[in-house]
């Protein structure tokens, strides 16, 4: 009676035993870098580096003198690095198509069209570009001061809940003293809707 599960055991294990190998191959990653410098012309190109890497091997399995398993593996990997430069002048190509432009409708009345077209605009000074910044915050603090203004008027006759928009609107655009004092005022606001809902 006990050997029949003993039969199945040994068999269940000689099963598990000769069941073929799995293996995983995870992939492998490798950088390499190089400075230098070249010269490349234009419509160009220039090999900067690079890395080659050969690897060969094999395996033999049984007795000596016998025929047995053998497997044999190779593997070559390469990697380089090379760059190219290609100048685009858009003031000459933008200078081309007027040209063609021009000569397919033929002259224009008044300044020429390639110069109006291909003039660049003016680049303002340092001092200009100071000059709009400041007026753009003067113009964010007056709107923001009449944000506080609009609240302060709700909130005095009794309209809590849009003197609260106006606050939020205010806080979000106000910077330092100005931020505290709509932050100040909006808290006072919530807490005064609180407590109405709590009539």
Known sequence: MIRFPLIV???????SGSAPAQVVQLPTFRQFST????LVPDHGSASLGGVRR??????????PGLPGNR??????QGGGVSVSAQI?????????LLEQAATMRGPLPGADPI???SAAPAVASISEI????????????????????RADTAFDAGKHGVARVYYQMAARRAEGST?????????????????????
């Open 35 to 38: 400075s230098t410098t070249v």
């Open 130 to 149: 100071k000059k709009a910044q400041s007026l753009a915050v003067q113009q964010a603090e007056q709107e923001v001061i009449a944000l506080l203004h």
């Open 71 to 76: 497997s044999a593996s190779a593997a070559a």
């Open 9 to 15: 055991a040994l068999g269940l294990l000689y099963a």
């Open 179 to 199: 931020l505290s004092i709509a932050l100040a005022k909006l808290e006072l606001c919530k807490q005064s809707l609180h407590s109405q809902k709590r009539r």
């Open 88 to 96: 685009h002048d858009f003031a000459e190509m933008d200078r081309r």
């Open 54 to 63: 050969s690897a060969a091997g094999g395996n033999q399995f049984g007795l």
């Open 115 to 117: 110069e109006r077209f």
